[in-house]
Structure formats: structure tokens, C-alpha cells
């Protein structure tokens, strides 16, 4: 077992951990650390953000990062068009989506909604919710179609 000062609290630990059992850093074995994972944007900016920003993977402080831009991708995605395991945005294609326009297993949206599991004014999936609804169990004002009845 190979000890090595953390590079936080200089605690003596395995310079194998993920994290410091003293003060939680993330790898406390390595002198400098940077996350892990990949993060990529564009210089180009509108409003702030980056036009296009690419994340994955956690960030220095161990957390997950998190894309955000007018096209961001990444395990977690906010943006115009947000694309990721979670995703929010005006439009959003994810596992679990929200937006105005949502694509996913879970998919809320404020107009239209496509997906397993879908919640919105238009929505269609197995399981639809809204005032427009189909898929194989569909509940709403309107039913576009349903295997159910």
C-alpha cells in the first residue's frame, strides 16, 4: 500500500483511493488533478454561454460536469438544444428530458413530449399524458390512439 500526502489536508493516505477518507478530495495520490472525463466548447459566445459546449465525465471538484450552452451535450445537458442522460433545454433528447419540445424515456415538455413515458400537451409513448395523447396507455382529452381502451 503506497502512501502519499494528500495534496488538500497532507493526511498520509493510499495514493490508490478515489477519495480522501480525511477531507474528501478527489484522488488525493496525485500532486495536481483536474477532473476526469473530456470538455470541449467553442470560444464563440451568444449571451454568455458557449455556442457549443461538450462535457463528460466529473471536474476537479469530483462532480459530474455539466454542459451547458446553446448546444450542449454531455451527461448532463442544459441549453437551446440539450442532448444527454439528463437533458433541459428548449428542445431536449435525453433518458430523462425536459423542455419545450422532449425526447426521451422520461420526457416532460411544455408542448410536445415523445417517449416511453411522456408528459405534455402533445404527447405520445407508452405511457402518455396530456390533452393530445397516444401510445399503448394513453390519458388525455383528446386520445389520438391507444391500445388500451
Partial sequence: MPLAPCRQCAEPVDSRLAFCPH???PRPGLTEWRGEGYEWRTEMLWMGSPVIHVAFGNGA???????????AVGQRAVGGIAVG???????AIGAVSIGVFSLGIVAVAGLAAVGVNAIAPVAIGVV???YLAGGVAALGWKILFAATP
Fill in 23 to 25: 477531507c474528501d478530495a
Fill in 61 to 71: 471538484d469530483g462532480r459530474p460536469r455539466v454542459a451547458r450552452g446553446l448546444i
Fill in 85 to 91: 442522460i439528463v437533458a433541459t433545454g428548449f428542445v
Fill in 128 to 130: 402518455a399524458v396530456g
